[in-house]
């Protein structure tokens, strides 16, 4: 049998679209915007550092890092954003939203300028000091994660939550690009300052000692725009449904969201009183929890997990689309720091082509269709699209057939953004009870990290060619690239199938999607 909501939740609910709704997005949004900046400029310094710290003399082609250097340089965040999904979605429910929020906001600040800064002369104590802090840079990003998601379900109303929280999302498509024109500047000015040739003319005269500036400011520069926030992100209430829901506190959360929603709420100390001694208050790990909600965190995990794979794949076939549609020419042909400018400027206009629409058009028809019809529609074109780029991927192979494998390409990872990449974030922010909302979060997130991993590092030795002669150096050899995009089809479709264990979640209160207002706590 339902309770009666607590007035405090029902204000928050019922709540007209306001600034502070607006002020939430995007001081919740500044961890995404650092998290993709980081991400996203990683592959515009792991070339420029090939060249400054693996320069062979006399070799053909510029120096790069070599596989495992490579590896531990993309992957070493990865870890460090799961265990911080981990850690901090746990720290969340524990500690409260608020008092853990400015930890991570300062983890990222300091160890995006500390990424900077990695010293030493000596190529291995730069990358091993670069790998540490990356590491705790993505410890950082990933408290982010069930943080903020969590904040702004709890902080939005029921009507337009979902446009709320996949905006602070999408704040990751405005990452991607700030890192782009960032990039885009700071190698012109360097360019136009220094006029190097490319290196088949000059190998020595291609980079100058200055390029090992270009790749430090662009790493610090993610700071910034994440510390500015930092004063925001302190003054932000706790979330009326921690304070009240979880710590208890019925006149602090009133009071708190009296203020920012500028009219008067009653207490009601006697009511949620009365909720704790009625409502079953089992743990994260009962076997209360594995029956109400059992399914639904495999259902999140799980389509985290598989749509990270795909998604995080595409960094395998990026350089390869861009060489062959001639974005970007042989590393020979370019000094270093023209080849910062070339992949920087592809890899925004794919941003702005297919990714960032994608992110806006889910905020724009989440409350609308809701989440369940575009995780669906998502996976299911994302196999379409990856199932024809496979089968008659010699067909694509050919010249006159490239603009339309990019085509075909965008449109992939247009329905990750307009589908599963963006609800996977949005529905564990909502399912969960207030008490485990942020740990069962960190769970989904961490899983779908797995699958980054899985997709970034083992569909690089999977993807290579299956005669070890033609594999890139230093990998064996693996099953090609159409037998690794039918692979990839095969997990979206997988993606799609799991979809049906997560519920719809659009224009309920998060208590009654949560069961909360039950009077066994569970939402049957």
């Not at 598989?306 to 062959?324: C, E």
């Amino acid at each position: 049998m339902a309770k009666e909501q607590l007035e405090v939740l029902n204000a928050l609910d019922a709540a007209k679209t306001q600034w502070y709704h607006f002020t939430a997005i995007v001081i919740a949004g500044m961890g995404f915007f650092t998290d993709a900046y980081d991400l996203f400029c990683i592959s515009l310094v792991t070339k420029l550092l090939g060249r400054i710290y693996y320069h062979v003399d006399g070799a053909p082609k510029p120096g790069s890092l070599p596989p495992n250097v490579s590896a531990a340089v993309n992957g070493v965040a990865f870890c460090g954003t799961l265990s911080g999904q981990l850690f901090f979605g746990w720290l969340g429910d524990k500690l409260g939203r608020k008092k853990v929020y400015g930890m991570t906001l300062m983890l990222m600040v300091v160890c995006s300028i500390a990424s900077g800064l990695s010293f030493g002369h000596d190529r291995k104590a730069v990358m091993a000091t670069l790998c540490f802090f990356r590491f705790w840079l993505g410890f950082g990003i990933g408290g982010d994660y069930p943080l903020s998601a969590t904040i702004m379900s709890e902080y939005a109303n029921k009507k337009t939550r979902g446009a709320f929280i996949s905006a602070v999302f999408a704040m990751q498509g405005l990452g991607i690009l700030a890192g782009g024109f960032f990039a885009i500047i700071v190698s012109s000015a360097f360019q136009a300052r220094f006029h190097l040739p490319p290196y088949e003319v000059s190998p020595q005269a291609s980079i100058v000692p200055e390029a090992d500036y270009v790749w430090r400011i662009i790493l610090i520069f993610g700071a910034f725009p994440a510390a500015l926030t930092y004063y925001w992100r302190m003054k932000m209430p706790e979330t009326a449904r921690y304070t009240a829901l979880v710590a208890k506190n019925a006149e602090q959360a009133a009071s708190d969201m009296s203020k920012v929603l500028n009219v008067d709420i009653e207490a009601e100390p006697q009511k949620i009183k009365n909720l704790t001694q009625e409502k079953s208050q089992f743990g994260l790990f009962s076997a209360e929890f594995l029956r109400i909600h059992g399914l639904h965190l495999l259902g999140t995990t799980t389509t985290w997990f598989l749509l990270d794979i795909a998604f995080y794949s595409q960094n395998l076939f990026q350089k390869d689309i861009f060489s062959a549609i001639g974005w970007i020419p042989p590393a020979k042909s370019m000094s270093a720091i023209e080849e910062v400018f070339k992949i920087a400027r592809a890899q925004t206009l794919i941003a702005l082509c297919s990714t960032v629409p994608g992110y806006w058009f889910t905020v724009a028809f989440i409350d609308v269709i809701g989440r369940f019809a575009i995780q669906l529609m998502g996976f299911f074109f994302m196999t379409v699209f990856m199932f024809a780029l496979a089968i008659p991927y010699d067909h694509w192979t050919h010249k006159e057939n490239r603009i339309g494998f990019v085509v075909m390409y965008s449109l992939t990872f247009f329905f990750a953004n307009f589908g599963p990449n963006a609800t996977t974030f949005v529905v564990p922010a909502e399912i969960f009870p207030a008490r485990f909302r942020s740990t069962c979060h960190g769970i989904s997130a961490a899983s779908g990290k797995l699958g980054a991993i899985v997709g970034a590092f083992g569909f690089l030795y999977l993807a290579q060619n299956q005669d070890k002669a033609k594999a890139d150096a230093g990998y064996p050899a693996g099953i090609g690239v159409k037998n690794s995009l039918i692979v990839l089809g095969v997990i979206n479709a997988l993606g799609f199938l799991f979809t049906f264990l997560v519920p719809e979640s659009k224009g309920k209160s998060l208590e009654e999607i949560s069961g909360e207002n039950e009077g066994d706590g569970a939402d049957e």
